[in-house]
C-alpha cells in the first residue's frame, strides 16, 4: 500500500515537470530559432528500489522559415548552429536575427559578435548560400556554419544559445550541405495545437494519479483504525 501510495506521487511530480515543459514551451512559440523540449523519462534504482526520472532533452528539427526581407535576417537551411561570441565563450544558435553595430560589426542584437567578427562598412549588402558577405562587391568576410555530431552534448544557455558540454566539439559544415538565407528567419518549432494536446494528457494523467493516491491513503487510513480496534 505504501508503494502504490509512492508511485502515484511520483507520477504526480513526473505530470507537473511535463507541464512545466509544456508551459516553457508555449511561451516560447515566437521565439526566432527556438527549440522545444521533450521531457523523457529514464527507470533507475534508489537505495534498491524502481523509480522514474524525468529527464529534459531538445528536438532540434528544423522551425518554419519565414520571410521578412531584411538582409541581416538569416536562417540556416538544413542542419547546423551560427558561432557566436560571448563574455562566456563560443556559444551556438539558430536565431540568425543579426543587426550592425556602431563599429560595423554583425552581432546578435544582444551585441554579441558572429563568427568572430565580422566588420561590414556601409553599403550594399549581400548575403550568399555560402555565408560570404559582400558590400559593394567586395567581399568582407563569411558566416561560419557549424555542427555536431552528437546534439545531445549542447545544452540551452538563455537568448536562443546552446553551449557544447562534455568535450562535444563543433565542425564546419562543409560546402553546399546547408544554405544561409538572406531575408529569412527561423521560427520556433513548437507545434502550439500539439503543446496544448499534451498539456490536456498531463492535466488529466495528474488527476488519475491523485485519485489514486487518495484512495489507497483512504484505504490505509482504513487498515490502521481497524487494527487500532481489533489491538
Not at 2 to 8: K, M, T, V
Not at 76 to 100: K, P
Not at 160 to 182: C, H, I
Not at 193 to 214: F, P, Q, V
Amino acid at each position: 500500500m505504501l508503494r502504490g501510495i509512492s508511485l502515484s506521487a511520483e507520477a504526480m511530480n513526473n505530470h507537473i515537470s511535463k507541464n512545466d515543459v509544456i508551459a516553457n514551451n508555449m511561451a516560447n512559440v515566437n521565439t526566432t530559432g527556438f527549440k522545444r523540449d521533450i521531457l523523457i523519462y529514464q527507470r533507475g534504482e534508489e537505495n534498491g528500489i524502481q523509480v522514474t526520472n524525468p529527464r529534459v532533452t531538445v528536438n532540434f528539427d528544423q522551425g518554419p522559415l519565414n520571410r521578412t526581407g531584411r538582409p541581416l535576417d538569416l536562417a540556416i537551411h538544413g542542419d547546423g548552429f551560427f558561432e557566436v561570441e560571448t563574455g562566456e565563450g563560443t556559444r551556438y544558435t539558430r536565431n540568425g536575427a543579426f543587426v550592425r553595430d556602431s563599429d560595423g560589426y554583425l552581432t546578435t542584437q544582444e551585441g554579441n559578435p558572429v563568427s568572430g567578427g565580422i566588420q561590414l562598412p556601409p553599403g550594399q549588402m549581400e548575403i550568399a548560400e555560402d555565408g560570404t558577405i559582400s558590400v559593394d562587391g567586395a567581399i568582407y568576410g563569411q558566416i561560419r556554419i557549424v555542427e555536431f555530431e552528437d546534439s545531445s552534448g549542447l545544452e540551452k544557455d538563455g537568448s536562443s544559445l546552446f553551449r557544447a558540454t562534455n568535450g562535444v566539439k563543433p565542425r564546419e559544415v562543409p560546402a553546399g550541405e546547408v544554405a544561409v538565407l538572406s531575408g529569412y528567419i527561423e521560427k520556433s518549432n513548437v507545434d502550439v495545437i500539439g503543446e496544448m494536446t499534451d498539456m490536456i494528457s498531463a492535466l488529466r494523467a495528474y488527476e488519475i494519479s491523485e485519485k489514486a493516491l487518495k484512495s489507497q491513503d483512504e484505504i490505509l487510513e482504513m487498515m490502521v483504525g481497524r487494527i487500532g480496534k481489533t489491538g
